[in-house]
């Protein structure tokens, strides 16, 4: 043949002109976050506080204790539920925005399945709440999803006009449907006891080592269970590969057959039901009554920690506790220095900026030391 | 509706629309060469920052209108960086600068001023006046056409005018320039431009400059402009104020930039993210709405707890008073030498989302005493808990102080104390059937009200009333739940049974001060006549001009009291 | 100091692409006033060579020397500055503006529009009278022909004082007769003085247009010769670096029952615009039917319509049996179950998920397979990957990975692993369009060949190219299609590109209507 003896250099050129896997996947996120790190450390500083008190402050009250970890895990366990969330539609080449509507809706959900229907016990009620939760995360995000689908609306604006919708309707729920008579809050009543979730501190074993009340819940071990279930939707289904395909081209998605309404619909039902289902960690499994604007930000956030977590669930894990800590560790930084806790937003922006969208000029950068190290490599040899 | 509403209608649609208007040129510009901004917001908020916070130094609003458009043009080149320089996703960048806009702007303002966040009132020349077109007057008896010209037409802002200018300018860079064609060509077809010989990256960055930047920039400077304004502006704009307030509560995070615009301060404490704000007070009893950081303790660890962290901004001394301020107080506030503590930075403490308030604690000295001035209060219509300032007054008790003077805006049922008037408490009558103690356990709850308004403390302050040449006469206040005002037939039954004032706050403080041993006096501004004592219309007129009146009366008769106990 | 009688001179030019020598030590030298061919296969470096030279590169050794003087090329206004026009092959015009816009996009006179296109009209009248080189200033180019829109590409350049001239495969857009005239515009332009530099891999071109042509392997200048000293065979040698043959070897068609009936296929694009007008054929089992066409006469359409990937109206049969051209069972999946596979024009797009590995893109549009399905919940990975590894040894892709990522492979193979996917399932009909563009001249013969042995298994095959040569060589019947209608059927025996161009531009020989 005629390439027979051919070396395949393109490929090689192509391989060797990137980074090695171990830096891709560990020391790319390593440095974006060290330069976040630094640049919130000037930030800091320019406010004329001590970044070293900061994070020492962080780390104290939110990893180096049984109870700040209670809160560390809690916030996780919002983080990957939205975090997924992104994740399945960021394959199917859908960035939705919405996670912060679909979780107030996911809250909904929550509150309506447990307010109106008794429940002998609370394993069964988390179930029905599941379902609740994650059907309504998934109607508030079919509509975008059908828009996109039929009129090639753009999924960005359409949730992110859906997540105003949704903050009015749960205004509107919660002073005029479902607010207790004679009660002043905008909130609905509490859920019946029956209906509550254990704790960390309530779970024998765990309560071992989590002695005073945390709101970490067993929503923490649904949460794990949805990355392992959705890495197996993704990289062992059909469906998961469809998704994959049709998120990666289009027209290819096409040209295989795959139906681009079915997808878009199932993946962002999926998403939506996802960021949904986080309303059990915060709804029912700490606040055990609905209460408005109840998602607190966790939607957003699942943008950044997708992104930092490569749309990969082990990574969204991972991603979802390091913003755990930020959460933690920025609310300690309220309490405790004299730096404002909008720090951690500041942290956060910078982390999103960082991984999410310079993470080309990262790249670029070790390419280039990588380069030089080599060479000088080869020099030496 | 009437002409005169139609045109009132209209004359605030001109004014609202601006800074969308001007938002929407930026994102024209964005969008034409193929830039999907969905960071405008965050470079709205950064503009807005800048702008307050340079025109209220510079005391020019030109300068501070350039600073927000330079804030902006800054965030605009971290953008074009990320995104062209560096081929980031453009939506991500503009989210991460919508995020870093809105903590940036808190963590900025609350360095520089130390205002819990925010930017402070601009006042005079640092603010836009209105501007009035020639022949207004003149034109104004013409019918029709005539109002319209003089109202809607004219006495806007220059931005208003200027906006409106912009529209016109973009057209013609669009079409008629060789920057426009190349702009929209750069939309079309970025390789187009390239091969061309144009560079497309110095292009798309110039580009990102007067597109995001510019307009987003003039939305900064709108707000400048705007100033506290608005609140004055009459009622068109009171239903929008209400609701922006209610959303702001909720927390919502992005119409911040454009609301910042209507708004007389930039409140920038409001945050997309979860926030110490949404944490809960925790009070005993009731479980109480733990949304991402719940307090499941005892009230009082929580206030030691509390104590601990104010100390550690404040300082360790002692405060030997507290002062609770209502409406129309603020200034006092901040004539506070010391820290200002945002409640949302203290678990527990009340959420306060009516706007015009001042949700922070100042710890500092005042007049030579070393006080701490609670800037807002939640009232008990708000939530419907009577105990809301149980946790504050705690905190206060735990940083040392033994007295406590309380200030309220309230309606007169005295034809001879008006508005303008301020009015010493000599007792009150409960008439909400509520006690912020019920449910406590102690035969501590059972506490007297004898004397509950301390006579020395009360005699301090009509000593002080009397050196600064202030009548300070005593009367007993109701307390009335609200937030329906009374109506002609209940004012007419408490006049009876005793009562001079009526208002919606003061007594459950008064009661959980006694409970804790705190010697309490109060004093309120009289800001209107209770319903029925005098005709309406005359009322209001006269309430907006005389209100401001006992503001600064109750002002000088604190700061004498407090000199005079230095 | 270089020969001012060279209009472009390069010496020792060497680019590389972190280890990949695109370009290794080239040099060559184009006299001035003359058309200079430059040929190779894809990836042979004629690109990089040119963006270099158009400064989109910047050179890792070596010099450019215009009209003898040494002119560094940082950028591509340094390239314009020193008079080097580019026409490329995907035209760069922004499609909403007009001819007028387009011009002066770049080098506008001032900030202000009016001087600029009052004086680009001028222009425009004086280039158009020299070089027939007519085009309405004020149409948009959306509204313009392809064979417009490549003279608008030109008289950009030389509105912008280009005396040498840098052409990238123009004629792939083209009829015969379209790039005809393009030839005869270059020879215009040749004898006012102007230097032509035509990149294409088309060997008739070469032989046809230009006074000397270089032939580059590999990254390298291997020749450069007078084109009236050549052939055409020799050439091909060059460019290969091995002898080639350019005949398919193949034994006369046996065909058997009719396995697709198409009646009057008709489809409309999203502009409501109709691309197909009525189309009717039917192919046979061991027969290979081929669309002769330029491209964008409705032969994309055909492709897809039959392989589901658009909506179509009419009446279509596979082996009898009814196939729905629109609403379910028109879709991919449905094709794919009926026997039908298809190879796709753009395999960048359509073919493959660049981003997948091998073995994923192996399973594309076949993912349904029960093959591949370990039970009702999961996919069988390892299957595919087994799968994988048999195709890639069968149809010898290099390097035979199943787990690399199909963008790291090159074209040639590329396009290996969609032909065997789709070969492999023994259809009974397969769909296959421009099976060896961006393919190397070695891969060419294989794919080919694999072409050829399906017939001969007795599949039917609709095979669509805008290479003449390949539909002649492969095909047993070719139809030529115009403007979304067949003109005519051939036989490649009987007839010779001369008819077959007159039909590809509408025009029929016996008077037909066209």
Sequence with gaps: MGWGGRPPFILEGRLMDRLPRWADVALVPFVSLTLAAIISALVIVAIGQDPWEAITVMVKGSVMNAYGWGYTLYYATSFIFTGLAVTVAFHAGLFNIGGEGQAQLGGLGVALTLLFIPWPHWTIALVAASLGAALFGAAWAAIPAYLQAKRGSHIVITTIMFNYIAASLMIFMLVDVLRPPGKMDPATANFPPATHLPSFNEIPGLNAIFTSGVPANVTFFIALAMAVVVWLLLWRTRLGYQIRAFGKSEPAARYAGINPTKIIMIAMLISGGLAGLMAINNVMGEAERLLGNSASGAGFIGIAVALMGRNHPIGVVLAALLFGFLFQGGAELGLWTKIPIELRTVVQGLVILFTGALDMMVRMLLVRIFALFRTSRLEAA | MDYATLLQLLDSTLRLATPLLLACLAGLYSERSGVFDIGLEGKMLVAAMCAGAVAFYSGSAWVGALAGIGGSLIFALIHGVTSITFRGNQLIAGVALNFLASGLTVLTAQALFGQGGRTPPLTGAARFGELTLPFAEALRPVPVIGPLYAEVISGHSVLVYMAFAIVALTWFVLYRTRYGLRLRAVGENPAAVDTAGVSVVGLSAVRLLPGAGDAAGHCGRDRAGEGAGVLHRGPALHPDRHRAGRLHRQGDPAPRGRRALCEGTLTLRRKSSFSSADIPRGVRGVRNPPLLRPARGDPMSDAETLVRLIRARSGDAPVALGLILGSGLGHLAHAVDGVAIPYADLPGFPHVGVSGHNPNLHIGRLEGVRVAVFGAREHYYESGNPRAMLLPLQVLKALGAESLILTNAAGSMRPDVPPGSVMLLSDHINFSGLNPLIGEKTDARFVPMTDAHDPALREALKAAATSEGIDLPEGVYCWYSGPSFETPAEIRMLKLLGGDAVGMSTVPEVILARFLGLRVAAISTITNMAAGMSDERISHEHTKTMAPLGAAKLERILREFLRSRH | ?514
């Excluded at chain 3, 560094?72 to 995907?90: E, K, L, N, T």
């Excluded at chain 3, 615009?273 to 994309?300: C, D, H, P």
């Excluded at chain 3, 399932?425 to 397969?430: I, S, V």
């Design chain 3, 1 to 514: 100091m270089a020969d001012p009688a060279y209009a472009i001179e390069l010496k020792g030019i060497s680019k590389a692409f972190g280890p990949v020598q695109a370009n290794r030590d080239i040099n060559i030298a184009v006299p001035k006033g003359t058309i200079h061919g430059i040929i190779g296969e894809n990836g042979a470096g004629k690109s990089t060579l040119m963006s270099i030279l158009y400064g989109f590169y910047k050179a890792d050794a070596g010099q450019i020397f215009v009209n003898g003087q040494s002119t560094p090329i940082p950028d591509s206004q340094s390239a314009i500055r020193a008079g080097i026009g580019m026409v490329f092959q995907h035209f760069k015009l922004v499609q909403n503006f007009s001819v007028l816009e387009n011009i002066i996009l770049g080098v506008e006179d001032g900030p202000m529009l009016n001087t600029s296109l009052s004086k680009a009209r001028n222009e425009l009248e004086r280039l158009a009278r020299d070089y027939e080189l007519d085009v309405d200033p004020d149409a948009l180019i959306e509204d313009l022909s392809v064979g417009h829109q490549q003279r608008v590409e030109i008289l950009k350049a030389l509105y912008r004082q280009a005396d040498i001239l840098i052409l990238d495969e123009p004629t792939g857009v083209l009829t015969p007769d379209e790039a005809d005239h393009l030839f005869r515009i270059l020879r215009g332009l040749k004898d006012q003085g102007k230097t032509v530099i035509l990149i294409t891999h088309k060997l008739r071109e070469i032989m046809e247009a230009t006074d000397n042509v270089s032939v580059m392997r590999r990254g390298t200048m291997v020749a450069t010769v007078k084109t009236a000293e050549t052939s055409p065979e020799q050439l091909a040698e060059l460019m290969v670096g091995r002898k080639v043959l350019l005949e398919v070897e193949k034994a006369p068609a046996k065909p058997g029952e009719v396995v697709l009936k198409v009646e009057d296929l008709r489809v409309r694009d999203e502009h409501k615009v109709e691309r197909l007008k009525g189309v009717s054929f039917e192919i046979r089992a061991g027969e290979i039917l081929g669309i002769a066409g330029v491209a964008g006469n409705g032969q994309t359409e055909l492709l897809e319509a039959l392989g589901g990937m658009i909506r179509a109206t009419g009446r279509a049969w596979l082996k009898g049996a009814d196939l729905p051209l629109s609403g379910t069972g028109a879709d991919g999946q449905s094709r794919r179950r009926t026997g039908i596979a298809h190879v796709p024009e753009d395999r960048h797009h359509h073919g493959l998920i660049l981003d997948f590995t091998a073995w994923e893109n192996v399973a594309f549009g076949y993912f349904n397979d029960p093959r591949y399905q370990k039970n009702a919940l999961f996919m069988d990975n390892d299957a595919i990957r087994t799968d994988t590894e048999r195709k890639m040894a069968k149809f010898d892709v290099r390097p035979p990975i199943p787990t690399l990522a199909a963008k790291s492979f090159s074209g040639g193979n590329q396009q290996k692993i969609v032909v065997a996917r789709e070969i492999e399932q023994n259809p009974a009909l397969l769909l296959i369009g421009q099976p060896t563009r961006g393919v190397d001249i070695g891969a060419i013969e294989f794919i080919h060949k694999q072409i050829i042995a399906l017939r001969d298994a007795g599949a039917a095959i609709l095979l669509v190219s805008v290479e003449l040569d390949e539909i002649m060589s492969l095909s047993d019947r070719i139809a030529v299609m115009f403007d979304g209608r067949i003109m005519g059927f051939r036989d490649p025996e009987t007839t010779d590109e001369r008819e077959l161009g007159l039909l590809m531009a509408g025009v029929t020989g016996k008077g037909e209507a066209a």
